[in-house]
């Protein structure tokens, strides 16, 4: 299949006519990624059963993991659910559009394979000019997982979409890097209680200013328990190179050194006060802030593939704001974690 690179980054002349074909192929049952502010989607229409079986196929998903419905208002959110409690709109009032998805009971609209069988359905609106118009100009929900193979870490931006798809679906719609670069928060609103399955850039704190309570999911955070939300079983994020979490900072020198000493080549990923203290084969520097952090993380990953590390190492990073979610998708990557 010839996959079209559809440009519609911003004050493009091509924006609006990308954004329509994009549009048409979604409506002819194809499968388009799409830029979001987290991390490009791989998006079908929600409401055709056999569009959304190319996506499973397209990212060679275990078909028991559900996928997240992008909506373009509040309206057409509410049109996909039922019995949502109270706080749901307030959430949805402070954080949204944004990089949070809701867990509702679905109100049975959508192909059942978008939910994988599940009687809810995780619901949002992303804040990204390029998805919205999609979204509206098309007039369909958009079933979206992150457009990466299963396992890999995701796309941030339409080149890391290409790598791993190419030829296999029908379009790539490109709106320029995402800004926010880890995968929206997910959060459980079927209870009186918001429940996070997944952290994202919307803290616990945050909802739980917003809803006057919040609890996290076993296995939110990368502990080992009954996982809530179906993807979490899955391995994620992976590398093509091997990943060493050095939660010690102290340690990441003579770790590095002991690789070396066995015919190693070292890479590290590191933030910037600690890049500029540390010597290896190949340094990559995630920034200065747990913001521009989360913005490079997946890119970082990705970029390991193209130099010749035996193994990458990569330090604790700094917890604060997107700092947790940050750190939950490294232990997620991690082949090995040493205290
Ligand atoms: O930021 C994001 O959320 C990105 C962009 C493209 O929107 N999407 C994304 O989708 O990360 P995906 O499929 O890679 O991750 C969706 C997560 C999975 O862990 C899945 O199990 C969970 O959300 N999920 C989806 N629907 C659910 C449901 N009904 N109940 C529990 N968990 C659900
Ligand atoms: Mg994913």
Do not use: W
């Amino acid at each position: 299949m010839d996959t079209k690179l559809l440009i519609a980054t911003e004050n493009h002349s091509l924006r609006e006519e990308s954004i329509r074909a994009a549009a048409k192929l979604l409506h002819a049952g194809e499968v388009v990624a799409l830029p979001t502010e987290t991390v490009y989607g791989l998006g079908a229409d929600a409401t055709n059963r056999l569009a959304v079986e190319k996506i499973f196929i397209a990212k060679g998903r275990p078909s028991d993991n559900p996928l997240i419905v992008h909506v373009a208002n509040k309206e057409q959110l509410f049109e996909l659910v039922e019995e949502a409690p109270a706080y749901v709109e307030k959430m949805i009032d402070c954080f949204s559009p944004g990089p949070i998805t809701y867990v509702l009971k679905s109100s049975g609209k959508l192909a059942s394979n978008v939910t994988a069988g599940l009687t809810t359905v995780g619901v949002r609106i992303p804040d990204n000019d390029v998805a919205l118009d999609l979204i509206s100009n098309s007039g369909l929900p958009i079933a979206a997982p992150s457009a990466n193979i299963s396992g890999k870490p995701s796309p941030t931006a339409a080149e890391h979409v290409l790598d791993d798809l190419n030829g296999k679906i029908a379009g790539i719609l490109d709106g320029g890097p995402a800004n926010v670069g880890v995968e929206s928060t997910v959060v459980d609103c079927t209870n009186e209680i918001p429940v996070i399955l997944r952290l994202g850039k919307i803290t616990p704190d945050q909802i739980h200013n917003v809803a006057g309570f919040v609890e996290c999911a076993d296995g939110s955070k990368g502990e080992v328990g009954k996982p809530r939300s179906p993807g979490l079983k899955y391995k994620h994020y992976a590398p093509e190179v091997p990943l060493v979490l050095v939660k010690n900072r102290n340690e990441l020198q003579r770790a590095i050194e002991q690789e070396r000493k066995l015919g190693n080549r070292v890479g590290v990923l590191a933030s910037a006060a600690t890049a500029k203290n540390v010597m290896a084969d190949e340094i990559v520097v995630l920034g200065e802030s747990e913001t521009e952090m989360a913005m490079k993380l997946y890119q970082a990953l990705r970029s390991f593939k193209q130099t010749d590390v035996d193994l990458v190492m990569c330090e604790s990073l700094p917890q604060e704001g997107v700092g947790k979610a940050v750190m939950d998708r490294i232990e997620r990557a991690a082949d090995k974690i040493l205290e």
